[in-house]
């Protein structure tokens, strides 16, 4: 089983609809979780970050996590073309770790 | 992110050659931490260094890779003898001090490599 699974994609949405992607860990440890946005042929850039289990909304993102089912979600509200790029999602297995471990990734593209 | 600057961006060199890939933490970071992006392929954990230290490097191939932070001046990871297989993005990401316990990386613009 990889440490960090991702839906797969592409997910494709038109403007102004939600996207949202899903991620599960596997190390029930983990305490802090990442998402990182990442266009073509660019680095990834840190978007969100979410450390306690519920909701945390920034602007049209919200994460969301739940460490009793090892899942964590990035809801995208009102897509904008802009959005598409390929979402990474990362885990630091406990407070003090320096090593992320990513998932795959999931392209999102959307439909003006 | 566009703090942590890398450079080259772009690297192309021929197989057997030497590759160095450098790394300037954002300012006040002081741990760096290198991933390699293959094509199509997500990112993969190579090594981590403070200055004039290599904390773990169980991410990266046993030979002909090497990395080092020194006290003074950028990280650099080293590639010697290159292969077409180590044609990526190396990205470097930087955090600040691990105390208070949680760490947001912030990432380069990576230098992609390619081996003719």
């Known amino acids: 089983q990889k440490e960090v699974e991702q839906n797969s994609g592409p997910l494709s949405v038109p403007e102004g609809a939600i996207a949202s992607l899903n991620c599960t860990y596997s190390d029930r440890g983990s305490q802090s979780f990442f998402w990182y946005r990442q266009y073509s042929g660019k680095s990834p850039e840190l978007i969100m970050s979410?450390?306690?289990?519920g909701d945390k909304e920034d602007g049209r993102f919200t994460a969301q996590l739940n460490k009793a089912s090892q899942y964590v979600s990035l809801l995208i509200r009102d897509s904008q073309p802009s959005d598409s790029a390929t979402y990474l999602c990362?885990?630091?297995?406990?407070?003090?770790?320096?090593?992320?471990?990513f998932g795959a990734g999931t392209t999102v593209t959307v439909r003006a | 992110n566009a703090g942590v600057m890398q450079n080259p961006r772009h690297l192309v060199r021929r197989r057997g050659q030497e590759a160095r890939l450098r790394c300037s933490p954002m300012?006040?970071?002081?741990?760096v931490y290198w991933y390699r992006q293959l094509p199509e392929e997500g990112l993969k954990f190579m090594v981590y260094?403070?200055?004039?230290?290599?904390?773990?490097e169980s991410g990266m191939p046993k030979e002909r890779f090497s990395a080092e932070f020194p006290k003074e001046g950028p990280s650099i990871l080293r590639i010697q003898q290159v292969v077409r297989g180590d044609s990526a993005a190396y990205f470097c990401?930087?955090?600040?001090?691990?105390?208070?316990?949680?760490?947001?990386?912030?990432f380069g613009q990576g230098t992609r490599l390619t081996v003719v």
């Open positions: 990362a885990v630091n297995a406990r407070p003090g770790d320096y090593k992320l471990s």
């Open positions: 990401a930087s955090s600040p001090s691990l105390t208070g316990g949680n760490t947001e990386a912030f």
């Open positions: 300012k006040g970071h002081s741990h």
């Open positions: 979410i450390y306690s289990n």
């Open positions: 260094l403070q200055k004039e230290n290599i904390i773990d």
